[in-house]
């Protein structure tokens, strides 16, 4: 037993240095950086320093503060903040920000964190704090969490405490978001194959349904990375399959508990369904001879009962006689049942092919350890016993507290499919940055309810590429199955080309999952994190960062049936943004209300942007490609890949190889450098084909040098796009310089507005009688609805700059 806890066993900080802590009277105050400061109050003056469920690093900076003390106060003065404190109330008096801002409301203005669930939600709901405040301060609240011992056990503190962070970062969200990673946890390496797509369902598929389904995935070319099993891979219908006495575990306490017993009876197995998947060796060989990664889904609540396999090994190992038939309890903190709730009942499967859990639970917040949420110890215990044998860990649960992004993914339950729902989830993703909880995963197109809507799952699919992951999923209602083909013609052709667009992101994905692994950045971050006293920053919502290189602004409304459009409307920041589908270029500080049809959604590049691709988009590989293609957008700027194997823990032994690419814009030349890998080569192709798309130049003189050596290089232009083609292997440099280029431009005005008013759904002679002298004129738009001319004014905005 204890060798198999040793894995649950933590590698923490949590001892502040003694010159970083002032203890007066009942109160003790750690400095932990000049902007964070930590009060415990405790009666008789007894203090944490275990790392709790939240906090685990209290000693990651050297501050530098001062102490003035009078009889009722104290103050601490770093270089960034003075915090006051009363003795006589014991409360924060103020804090004064270097900007000048004097705070005394702690949490007025909070920007938000996230939540625990999205369950059955149609729309927006409250969210918990986060540490990033437009007043300046936030506070971070640890009172309530349990210690983590050496031995890997969680208790209730010894001495109840008040016990709060203060963040008094002002403007500078990133600093605060980082050091709260820092506080609490680094995020982990995300699996490569996590990224693309993945294929989910509530649905009692058998063997061949399901085979056939993903066989069918591969003969569409729709790459598919992770295959994940519902709950129906076990059995279900327990009173029809073993007896009507089946489903009791406990007493039940009231009727709502007996109703809940009954209803759920099948939620909790551990024994494949042999009436479905008559073969489960053979089933999972199938999946992953065909290149996909498995996660079962799992509901242990209630424990372990007389019909399954595991029943009487459960039994013994637990000391309970199997004939009594007896339920094993669900019970998370005993070390015993822990131990054998995975050997016995999870560690098998995972030999079989089982490469992680998705963590289902939904049945309450108590445990036998009062004030340890189960979903908490779950998330915990299972993440680090999927990290043995040199496998990247990875689970998909529910959120459950600050600390949560040490255990991705994050799963947000079953939301309704309505225009509501995906309406809140772009904002709802990128504020959970604010809490440190980067790796959200939604059921893309909607779970249950709502009505059929082919633009609705095209517009959710859209998001789902440029979220952090992209997740199909679906109820087992026969008629909501999110596979491309059940919707009509033009859909599914654009639905599979987004699908495919997922899996060419990966390189580009995958970079950033390192950022957020090392840098601790989220992937979706909101427009406030580069532009904090900016405010319109704040009121773009659902617009977003889509790591270093990309904006991102989903349309979250129905189209117009006058113009086939729907529109967002988007803040253009600072500088020359140009839309990667449209190759329309905007250039900011203003709003622009964007219109597209049913194929995009605005996604804007910004000026020097790099964006590197896998030339496959075809099938469900996702090893480090022999073929990329680079999206160049001229400027100047760094862009840094990074690749590795994807899948073990060798990363942190070196087993990694970056590259860095750079683009160099002066005048009417531009360069482009693929400078020498540094690291481990031996993880990447060891030569490899580039694409250079340089996707805002026309024509150009090229030159290329490699290692220092002229080279021909194969040219092509077409789209507005200049693309060289060059081979190179992992330990050359690659120079590619083009002479007076010709930059691209956006369309002729009145061309793009001829075309634009030519889609409209109206009597053409009346757009003829209408339009025609604007055209000419260009002055006094035609007194129409805001359908109309709404995207005219996004052409007459374009084009004034």
Known sequence: MDNFHDRFKIKASPVARDSHVVVRKNVRFTVITPCLLRVELQSKGKFCDEPTQSVWFRDFDKPEFRVNESRDTIEIKTTKANFLYSFKTNKMLRIKLRDGRVVTNYTAGNLKGTCRTLDITAGIITLGDGVCSKNGVAILDDSDTLVLKDDGAILPRQHKESDKYYFAYGYDYVGATTDLYKLTGQVPLIPRFALSNWWSRYKAYTQNEYLDLMDRFKDEEIPVTVATVDMDWHWVDIKSKFGKDSHKVMPHKNFMEYVYDVWSTGWTGYSFNTDLFPDPQGFLKKLKDDGYKVTFNIHPSMGVRWFEDQYEDMCKAMGQDPATKKPVNFDITDKKFTKNYFEILHHPFEKMGVDFWWIDWQQGTRTNVPGLDPLWALNHYHFLDNAKDNHRPLILSRFCGAGSQRYPLGFS??????????????????????????????????????????????????????????????????FMGKEPWNYSGPVERIAKDNLRLRHKLLPYIYTMNYRTHTECRAICEPMYYAYPQEERAYECKNQFFFGTELIVAPITEHTSPDTNMAGVMTWIPEGRYTDIFTGRIYSGNHYVKMYRDIDYIPVLAKEGAIIPLDANDRNNDCSNPKELEVLIYRGNNTFTLYEDDGETLSYQDGAYCKTAFTVEENGSQVKFTINKGEGDVSVVPQRRTYNLMFKDIVDAEVSVLVNGKAVEAKLSKRGGTLTVVIEATPKSKVEVTLDDCTHLANKDRRKELTETIAKFQMGNDYKGMVFTSFLDSEKGLPPLAEDFTGPIKEILKLHRG
Request: glycine share 10%.
């Open 413 to 478: 339950g079953d939301t309704t499919q309505t225009w509501a729902s995906l309406n809140f989830q772009p904002g709802f993703t990128a504020t959970a940055s604010n809490v440190a909880y980067p790796w959200w995963s939604h059921d893309i197109g909607g779970h249950c309810m709502g009505k059929k809507d082919d633009e609705l799952y095209l517009r959710w699919l859209q998001l789902g590429v440029f979220s952090p992951v992209m997740r199909l999923h679906s109820t087992n209602n026969e």
